[in-house]
């Protein structure tokens, strides 16, 4: 049999999970803010030279 844990372990563990959690959240919260400024952004310009880029391919 496993021994019991004591009062004060079981709050560790408790205290340890709870930051664990807060710890993911508040990550998936900061990914998301960063993935949407991303998405905002113009990665590129349409300059002429991928005008003629493009023009060409429809050739």
Known sequence: MKPKK???E???L???A???AVTVLRGKKLMA???DTAESEILYRETEDFKKYY???RD
């Open 6 to 8: 004591s009062r004060r």
């Open 10 to 12: 079981f709050l560790k």
């Open 14 to 16: 408790g205290a340890l």
């Open 18 to 20: 709870t930051v664990g």
């Open 33 to 35: 803010k960063s993935i």
């Open 55 to 57: 023009a060409s391919l």
